[in-house]
């Protein structure tokens, strides 16, 4: 949009609006009602990877949630190592080839690269696979209704951008004022 909106005149100051961010795995309490509850209460860190024993796939539903993953199991003091013996599903083919980054190959990616073609593809796998579904604070249920059985770890969250560079602000006031020149 940029692109055309530039053609047509316009000054365009490109800025997302919203971020992304880790999930504390120092509270994360997520997986509490489906693996060995902690005596301390809060999970820590090394807990929860501990746990990843627990399921047999793990489905990465965005490249956001493979970043968040792996940057939280390497700050735990863990390696790929961990995922030995799991089966590992995408939601797409740009979730699998960052996956691949990580040297993880993905044994299940559907063809209809959403939430819904995932959710059926490890439904008509038919067997008790326990899955592990790694996804942001926005996702919707429809992984968890065609898997009723699966566990939803939260690994990032989704925000509005807390502040935007100062450039980028001044920028914005200028054109407000009308200062650059510009008609408001």
Known sequence: ITARLTTLGAEVIETPMIETRDVSLSNCDALASHV????EGAKQSKDIFEDLKNFDIL???????VESFFKQLFAAGYDVRVLVGKKIASVGKITEKKLLEYG????YVPEDHTGEGLGKLLRDIGDDSRILLLQGNLADDTLLKLLPKATRWVVYETLPVAELPEWKREAIEDRKSGSAGMPR
């Open 36 to 39: 060995i509850a902690s005596t």
């Open 59 to 65: 489905a990465f539903t965005s490249t956001n949630g």
């Open 104 to 107: 993880i190959r993905c044994d």
